[in-house]
């Protein structure tokens, strides 16, 4: 309390006069029309920068849930293309137009129509926090479990194109097996001019981690290759919708040795495996129901 | 005292540009010994009388403060040696001389007016401006100053 007062008495006439100064600044801008309109003026210009950066500063705060927002919009909508991708009907056989709500699930309806336009695939916005490239069998890990109803087996895409497939689920992230992995395959085709989608398979060999390579190609094919023809899922794994980016072919095709009835392409990968970042983990609605048909066809 | 207040108002009135302030003499001559906040304090009201007739509620309140904090500072400035010694109840010409109480009412007026007019503009960016009535300003009062403190002489 001693200390106080002795403060006071020593900095008492600062202290009155900021008090009294601070009374009289707001007499003059009360008060006064000139010195009101300068304050109100500069008030205006200081404030709205002041909001300016508060925005600023907020929008930088909600940074991440914007990015969240908008890689959960994006799942919807890689979701939207796919699925129209599956259900392309051959309207060039009809003789009208049919215009229908293709997203609209319309179970217990006998139509042909009804039956291929049910939804199919769901996307699953996921984060990349493992990723190896480096070692012959690569991994990924992200950050989707079970509790988002992520199973074994779904495949893994990112904007750009495909990433892997998942293997291990916990409940909080999953273990992807990347397209870097010599265990991988994945059902892919050329796009080719003419229309055609011939399906092969994507291996990797090992070494380069942009390169892979798509085998099994019928080697009739050899000369609608081009260097840059379009390589993309071929849609028939049911992991991997249709059509979406693997790479481009990157070499003349060579036949195989080991089946020197197929083709060898070398293939680079559109997704560059060492900054993958955003994915989405592929929910195919009937995963169960074709799994199910083909164990029963292979035990036979 | 308070009449000489009421009368500077009167001759500062007369002219819109040519601002004559007298009354920081008033602080100037208020006792020595005086406490720093009661200073301040006492400039505010000053300050604010002033605001009354001029119908600038504030802007002489304000520089009013700040003379009074300022105060004991430029009178330290021009104490003699070994400080006040007490005989003089007040600082005026006929206890520390001419010089030293025009030197230390220069300096004083200067802070006061400079204040004055910057609070008065209320932004720097009329800077060249508040400069030059500043001088005016201080040129003028300081004639009044030397001539009311020669013609009554304040002993107290």
């Known amino acids: ?300 | 005292m308070v009449v000489q207040v009421l009368l500077f108002k009167q001759v500062a009135l007369a002219g819109p540009y040519f601002t004559i302030l007298l009354y920081p003499l008033l602080l100037l001559l208020l006792p020595l010994q005086a406490a720093t906040p009661y200073l301040v304090l006492l400039g505010f009201a000053t300050g604010m009388t002033v605001d009354f007739f001029y119908g600038s509620l504030g802007v002489h309140a304000s520089a009013g403060a700040f003379s009074g904090l300022i105060r004991p500072g430029v009178l330290g400035a021009f104490a003699p040696k070994g400080g006040y010694s007490g005989k003089e109840p007040i600082f005026a010409p006929a206890y520390v001389g001419w010089q030293t109480f025009l030197s230390a009412a220069a300096l004083f007026f200067g802070l006061h007016i400079f204040w004055y007019f910057s609070v008065d503009a209320f932004t720097f960016v009329y800077y060249g401006m508040i400069t030059l009535k500043s001088a005016l300003c201080f040129g003028l009062s300081m004639i009044f100053v030397v001539l009311y403190t020669a013609l009554f002489n304040p002993k107290n």
């Open chain 1, 1 to 300: 309390m001693g200390n106080l007062l002795q403060l006071f008495i020593r900095f008492g006439g600062f202290v009155t006069f900021v008090l009294v100064e601070a009374f009289c600044f707001f007499l003059i801008v009360q008060y006064n029309e000139k010195q009101d309109a300068i304050f109100t003026h500069s008030w205006g210009i200081f404030s709205g920068r002041i909001l300016e950066r508060q925005q600023k500063a907020l929008d930088y705060i909600g940074l991440s849930d914007r990015v969240d927002s908008l890689t959960k919009e994006n799942a919807v909508l890689q979701a939207e293309l796919a699925n129209t991708r599956v259900f392309q009907m051959p309207y060039r056989d009809t003789q009208f137009l049919v215009l229908r709500d293709t997203l609209r699930k319309v179970d217990g309806s006998d139509s042909v129509i009804d039956k291929t336009t049910r939804p199919h695939y769901e996307f699953i916005a996921a984060k990349v926090v493992g990723n190896s490239i480096t070692s012959t069998n690569n991994w990924l890990m992200i950050n989707r479990g079970t509790e988002d109803q992520v199973k074994p087996g779904m495949a893994v895409v990112s904007g750009l194109g495909i990433v892997g497939i998942t293997r291990h689920v916990d409940r909080r992230f999953s273990m992807v097996l990347s397209v870097l992995h010599r265990q991988s395959r994945i059902s892919a085709a050329l796009k080719l001019k003419n229309g055609e989608l011939p399906a092969g398979s994507i291996v990797w060999e090992g070494g380069d981690p942009a390169m892979v390579t798509l085998r099994f190609i019928p080697k009739h094919f050899i000369e609608f290759i081009e260097i840059g023809t379009p390589v993309v899922t071929s849609g028939l794994s049911g992991m991997f919708p249709k059509e979406i980016s693997i790479g481009t072919v990157f070499d003349k095709p060579e036949a195989d040795i080991e089946n020197p009835y197929f083709l060898n392409i070398k293939v680079r990968l559109r997704q560059d495996m060492s900054s993958v970042q955003d994915v989405y983990v592929v929910k195919n609605a009937f995963a169960t129901e074709m799994d199910t048909l083909q164990t029963k066809t292979a035990r036979q």
